[in-house]
């Protein structure tokens, strides 16, 4: 949750009005952006099967009439039409092809001006291979975060 409160927090929504998270399952950063920044609507991308979960927690918030479900899967149908897409967690389960893939259909489906916000758990410094940090590894306080 606190990536999603973070993204609804700094990133500059009162730029946009519609949103759509690929990979939504439970619907926390659709939620967590439209309690927020009430001016939006927008919704949650996946799996049909994930519907169900996804629209009782949204309605468990009263944002039903905001925030709405798009089932589809993202390796083989579009994405919907919106003003900014979320991948959270997504890009780094695929390999480079699918990776490019991906940010093609989200280029395809947002108008001149939209936007991509990308944010990853695991990700290696020079951007070209997985990397678990294992837990006991201590993270370093002189690291720098990479805005995307």
């Known amino acids: 949750m606190g990536a999603a409160q973070a993204i609804a927090a700094k990133f500059p929504w009162r730029n946009y009005k519609t949103f759509i ?15 927020m920044h009430p001016h939006l609507s927008g919704g949650g991308y996946d799996l049909p099967v994930v519907q169900p979960i996804f629209e009782e927690y949204v309605a468990s918030f ?9 089932g589809g899967s993202f390796l083989t149908d579009p994405l919907p039409k919106t003003e900014v897409i979320v991948m959270g967690h997504i890009l780094h389960d695929w390999n480079l ?16 001006g939209g936007a991509l916000v990308v944010f ?19 993270q370093h306080a002189d690291r720098n975060p990479r805005r995307v």
């Open 97 to 112: 092809d699918e990776k490019k893939m991906l940010i093609a259909k989200a280029y395809d489906a947002l108008p001149t």
């Open 62 to 70: 009263k944002l039903s009439d905001r925030i709405e479900f798009h």
């Open 21 to 35: 998270d690929v990979g939504t399952a439970q619907g926390g950063l659709p939620v967590q952006v439209a309690l």
């Open 120 to 138: 990853e758990a695991i990700i290696d410094d020079d951007r070209s291979k997985k990397r678990l940090r294992p837990a006991d590894e201590p």
